[in-house]
């Protein structure tokens, strides 16, 4: 099939997690035997920072404007067999618009960001979605599971939502026998709903543990922050140092969006890949991780940071590997790029054949 995918970015890692999520899905749709043009607005902060400029599996367009887009890529829109927009597109409402409009195959929005999405919705911040354009779309694709996708449903009228939770590739992310530098690390872009969690779950154990290492990697975190000495810090880690950066953890720590916690059944992108490389994960509480790794024998779970001090010291080493390799089996088996092209491409055969009926 052709598709035409209208994203935030897949050239740019920059400050988001677009761009992974992009291109390990389009590059096992690729494999699939899928055609793929990605289109991505050429804006200054991603244009300055693209570490991929030129995806091999996808074509690429790079509009500046959507007259341009619009003009540049109808044919392109319309001849597709799917067209799918992400989320926080620029411009999202007009694009998903011209788009539905514009296209002659199946439509559907592709939401990396649903918790999100929908308390934006709920505030009427319409910035790349309204409730109107929700029931237009043939399908939304959402990052989050659960009851959300009923919600989607019988709230918003859409008329097919199913989960499509991010991915890893497995190429990209494994297990490696090196030094461990840093007893934990966490990898994000600060926010401030996250910052309390990181001070808890990551400064605080630190200053506990003042012989051991710690690491915090990811940009716009305040100038003024009162880190523990013994805390480095990363502004930005490009992808492709991703994977040595979990391998050197002991331990990882994954720390939830509010958004997502509250909307629970909201796996990161960035769980997968620790997962994937055999680190054991540290994790805060959000309803469904459960149904994503088995608590205690795939995951742990740490509220405060007492309850990350009882892990650095109650589990052995033997204890501390197997955590992470169970993980890993559980992502290898149900939760790598591959099985979520699989997905996805089910769900677009099915939506195609009932149009059709």
């Known amino acids: 099939m052709k598709f035409v995918i209208i994203g935030l970015s897949v050239t740019s890692s920059w400050g988001n997690g677009h761009a992974t999520t992009f291109r390990a ?42 007259d341009e887009l619009k003009e540049d890529y109808k044919d392109a829109v319309a001849n597709a067999d799917v067209v799918i927009v992400g989320s926080y597109v620029q411009q999202g409402v007009e694009v998903g618009n011209w788009a539905i409009n514009t296209a002659k195959g199946l439509t559907a929005f592709y939401d990396i960001d649903t918790p999100v999405t929908l308390a934006k919705l709920e505030r009427k911040d319409y910035e790349y979605l309204d409730p109107e354009i ?5 399908m939304y694709l959402s990052f989050s599971g659960g009851s959300i996708l009923d919600h989607l449903e019988n709230h918003y009228g859409s008329p097919n939502a199913k989960a499509l939770y991010c991915s ?20 994000g872009t600060y926010s401030p709903d996250r910052e309390p969690t990181v001070s808890e779950l990551l400064n605080k154990p630190a200053a506990e543990f003042p012989q051991k290492k710690f690491v915090v990697a990811g940009p716009n975190y305040p100038e003024d922050f009162k880190w523990s000495p013994n805390v480095q810090r990363i502004d930005h880690l490009p992808p492709a140092q991703h994977r040595e950066f979990y391998n050197s953890q002991k331990y990882t720590l994954n720390v939830t969006r509010e958004d997502m916690i509250r909307a629970g059944y909201s796996p990161s992108v ?40 009882q892990c650095f010291e109650s589990i052995g080493e033997e204890e501390r590997r197997q955590i992470g390799e169970n993980a890993r089996k559980k992502v290898l088996k149900y939760h790598t790029a591959k099985a979520r092209a699989k997905e996805l491409e089910t769900y677009v055969v099915e939506a195609l054949e009932t149009s059709k009926i």
């Open 134 to 138: 929700i029931s237009k779309y043939d």
């Open 25 to 66: 899905l389009l590059k096992e749709l690729k494999a699939l035997g899928h055609d793929i043009l990605f289109l991505e607005k050429d804006v200054p902060y991603y244009a300055n920072n693209r570490d991929l400029p030129n995806p091999e599996f996808c074509e690429l367009g790079l509009y500046k404007t959507n």
């Open 270 to 309: 960035r769980l997968f890949e620790a997962a994937a490389c055999g680190v054991p994960i540290i994790s805060d509480f959000w309803n469904g991780i459960d149904s994503i790794f088995e608590i205690n024998k795939e995951i742990l779970i740490a509220g405060s940071a007492a309850d990350v001090k």
């Open 168 to 187: 890893v590739d497995p190429d990209l992310y494994y297990p490696e026998d090196i030094d461990h530098k840093w007893q934990m690390g966490y990898l």
